[in-house]
C-alpha cells in the first residue's frame, strides 16, 4: 500500500476480489485501481506475464485493463484500470453474445507474435495446469474416456503455424460485457503466444458447461466471421481444452457435460 500511495494517493480503502486474496479493488485519494500481487496460486512469473500482456494489449489497441505501474523486483505488483462493463453474464446467453465473444477472441488472434521470457508459448488454455499429465502419472485419478482421450491426443502431432498473441484463459468470468456486446477481457496472467485453438477451444468448452452443446458453434462462428477464414484444427484444441481439467468438476452435471463435450471431439478425431 505504501507503494501505491507514493504515486495514487492516499488508501481510502482495500477490497478482495477473489475470496481473501489478490486482486485487489484499491481505492485512493486520486481514483480505483485493481492491484495483483503473488498468491499462493499466483506466482512472480504469473503477475510479470500480466504486465507483458497489458502493455501487449495496448499496444494492439485491444478491449483490456491499461497497466497503470508495476514493480517486479521486489514487490512483485501491478496496478492496472478497472475495466468496464460485468463479467455476470445472464443465465441464458443469446447467440449474439456467444458470437461477439469469438469476435472478440479473433482480434486479438489479430496479431502475430513470437514467444518471449514473459509471454511464452502456450500450448494448452491455462498452461500453468497440466491436468492430463497429473492423471498420467497418478497425481489424480482418471476415467476410461479421459485416458481414452489423453491417448489419442499424445498420438497426433500437435498444430503448428504462425505464433499469434493469445489470452490464455477465455471464460465468462474473465469476459466484461455490456449488454449482448463483450467490451473488455481481463486477467492476463497466463497469457502468451500459440495457436488461436487454445483459446477458442477453452472458450467452446466453458460456454458448452455452461450453457449446452449449441452454444460453441456461435462462439466459433463469431471468431470466424471476425477472422474472415475457418478455424482450423477444432476437434483437437476441444479436447485439450477438455483434458486440462480436473477429472471431477464442481458439480456432477458440469462433468457431464465436459464428457459430452470431449466425446464429440474425439468422434472427430478417430
Known sequence: MRWV??????????????????????????????????????????????????????????????????????????????AEGSTRWPQNASPALLRDAGAALARIHAHTRAPQQQLPYRPRPIAVDDFARDRRQGLMPTTPLLQKADEIIQGIAAPSGETVFLHGDVWPGNVMIDGERCVALIDW??????????????????????????????????????????????????????????????????????????????????
Open 5 to 82: 500511495a507514493e504515486d495514487f494517493g492516499d488508501v481510502l480503502s482495500v477490497q478482495a476480489l477473489h475470496d481473501d486474496a489478490a486482486p485487489w479493488l484499491v481505492r485512493t485519494s486520486k481514483g480505483n485501481a485493481v492491484l495483483r500481487s503473488v498468491t499462493d496460486r499466483i506466482g512472480v512469473s504469473m503477475v510479470a506475464t500480466g504486465a507483458a500482456a497489458l502493455l501487449a494489449a495496448e499496444e494492439y489497441g485491444l478491449p483490456a485493463p491499461r497497466l497503470l505501474a508495476s514493480e517486479l523486483n521486489e514487490l512483485h505488483v501491478t496496478l492496472e484500470t478497472i
Open 189 to 270: 496472467k497466463t497469457a502468451g503466444v500459440g495457436q488461436p485453438g487454445v483459446d477458442v477451444s477453452e472458450l467452446r468448452k466453458q460456454v458448452a458447461l455452461t450453457y449446452g452443446p449449441d452454444a460453441p458453434a456461435h462462439v466459433q462462428a463469431g471468431w470466424e466471421s471476425e477472422a474472415g477464414r475457418p478455424a482450423e484444427d477444432v476437434a483437437y484444441w476441444d479436447a485439450t481444452a477438455a483434458l486440462n481439467t480436473r477429472t471431477q468438476l464442481d458439480e456432477p452435471e458440469l462433468t457431464i457435460r465436459r464428457d459430452a463435450f470431449l466425446s464429440r471431439a474425439l468422434s472427430k478425431l478417430t
